[in-house]
């Protein structure tokens, strides 16, 4: 039997839970001490979805209301960057499947063209820009 690689929409949808977590040492610019939120794929989803059309975030203020909004000093980075890419992959596996694009997660108010992770998504950063520009 083959391993299967799981797809993003099945990872996207793979039951996780937020954890926080106080640091024992610095990391990724958090200092030692402070509480950081390691939160999920969903958290990461429903954030998105309820960005309005026209609107941006960075993924800096995604981290810093996530933060807030869970009464803690920081949001982890590396995993917050891991479960953004995650939800942006399973939108372009449904756009893909034939959902409309209105449906899908629209992960281009999050992730820039020039972003460091859209250039690990399986879609054109002019395919962003666009997704960006249309929404203005």
């Known amino acids: 039997m083959l391993n299967m690689a799981k797809s993003a929409v099945a990872r996207l949808k793979q039951k996780k839970e937020k954890k926080k977590v106080v640091l024992e040492n610095d990391f990724a610019g958090i200092k030692a001490g402070q509480l950081m939120l390691v939160g999920t794929p969903q958290m990461m989803d429903t954030y998105i979805r309820k960005i309005p059309s026209g609107k941006t975030k960075t993924m800096h203020q995604l981290r810093n209301e996530l933060a807030r909004r869970n009464k803690c000093d920081a949001t982890c980075p590396v995993s917050t960057a891991i ?54």
């Open 83 to 136: 479960f953004v890419r995650i939800a942006a992959q399973a939108a372009l596996e449904e756009l893909e499947g034939g959902t409309p694009l209105r449906e899908i997660t629209p992960f281009w108010r999050v992730v820039a063209p020039e972003d460091k992770i859209a250039g690990k998504l399986n879609v054109d950063k002019e395919w962003i820009r666009h997704q960006r520009e249309a929404e203005q």
